[in-house]
């Protein structure tokens, strides 16, 4: 059973990491470059820790509440992507360009959630009764 959450949280990842690859790139390339802030393999990084944490996640939710999981699941998700992005717009950076920061990192924020909400009714089917 944990299969399917497992998988899930490997194509989330990856698919998140390319997406969010490609906007830094982008980023750095045509406005300004905070790669010494946050380089694009931190991204990743995160992106794959969350993945599996989320799966995990999941996971006890569908055990805890077979009826109402992915309701819960993705009001937490949303909460926590929400309050998540108060790190970017309260760090205090003594960086060159300190007040773009929170524009490029906030949008990586959402990729993540979006992704998984769109790709989570594939990967875990609930049983018809």
Do not use: Q
Request: aromatic share 22%; glycine share 4%; net charge positive.
């Amino acid at each position: 059973m944990f299969k399917n959450h497992f998988i899930l949280s490997l194509v989330v990842a990856i698919i998140s990491s390319c997406i969010s690859g490609f906007y830094t790139f982008n980023y750095y390339k045509y406005m300004f470059d905070f790669s010494m802030v946050l380089p694009i393999w931190k991204i990743i990084a995160a992106y794959f820790s969350v993945s599996l944490i989320a799966a995990g996640l999941r996971f006890l939710f569908d055990l805890m509440f077979p009826k109402f999981s992915e309701l819960f699941f993705n009001i937490l998700l949303g909460f926590l992507t929400i309050i998540s992005i108060m790190h970017p717009i309260l760090m205090n950076g003594d960086f060159e360009m300190a007040e773009m920061y929170p524009g490029f990192a906030i949008p990586i924020y959402f990729i993540f959630t979006i992704i998984w909400l769109a790709l989570a009714p594939t990967f875990i089917k609930k049983p018809l009764k």
